[in-house]
């Protein structure tokens, strides 16, 4: 259970001018963190860990969306590479999976987290591997989990691109980790603040005042 690329709490990231980024969100960020390239080397590496791993069987590959979507795509692109030039290779199956976390209007401290609409009954005798965009508390993984038991599976391994260094961690950590990071708000690649930024390929910090435009 690695940790992944550690990134120090002092970290301040870079210079968003000196990156491509899309004309509507200029105004928006303060800094790049983690810019695109790197996130794509760090997850060529996550796909040959993985593969030495669970390379021998048939893999389920569940997406968790929607933040998901692009580290997993990516990730699956390393893992066809892989399995594209070598002796052996294995199937790789999707499946995805979207969770809902709320709290109770009497009980704030009682978040509940719903699987929506999935049918996951493919995953019965499978090596399933869970891909997810970042863990914060962990609470919403630790669920998920719990739930895909119920379906049986051989094997489940998490990876996780991010995990966030974070008092209300539950100490949950995932199978395979790409970059360990600060207790900030981060958005980009797919990770989304009330839906923007997924069309962002760097990992970013926002201005603060992009906060309020886009809050809803
Ligand atoms: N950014 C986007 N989504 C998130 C974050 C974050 O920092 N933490 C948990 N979900
Ligand atoms: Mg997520």
């Not at 049918?119 to 891909?131: D, Q």
């Amino acid at each position: 259970m690695a940790c992944g690329l550690q990134i120090k709490d002092e970290e301040s990231g870079y210079n968003k001018n000196l990156f491509c980024i899309p004309k509507h969100y200029e105004d928006d960020l303060e800094r790049v963190f983690i810019p695109h390239g790197l996130i794509l080397d760090r997850t060529e590496r996550l796909a040959r860990d993985i593969m030495q791993e669970m390379g021998s069987h048939h893999i389920v590959a569940l997406c968790v969306l929607k933040g998901g979507y692009k580290f997993f795509a990516d990730l699956l692109d390393h893992i066809k590479v892989l399995n594209q030039n070598s002796d052996k290779s294995v199937p790789i199956t999707v499946d995805f999976v979207r969770m809902k976390s709320y709290c109770s209007k009497t009980d704030s401290s009682t978040e509940k987290i719903s699987i929506i609409g999935e049918e996951l009954s493919a995953l019965n005798g499978k090596n399933v591997l869970v891909v997810e965009d970042i863990i914060e508390t962990g609470r919403t993984m630790e669920t998920l989990l719990s739930k895909l038991k119920d379906y049986k599976p051989k094997m489940v391994k998490v990876v996780s691109l991010l995990i966030k260094r974070t008092h209300q961690s539950s100490g949950y950590r995932p199978d395979y980790t790409g970059f360990e990071i600060p207790d900030k708000f981060v958005f980009g690649y797919a990770l989304d603040y009330n839906e923007y930024f997924r069309d962002l390929n760097h990992i970013c910090i926002l201005k603060e005042k992009a906060r309020e435009k886009y809050k809803i």
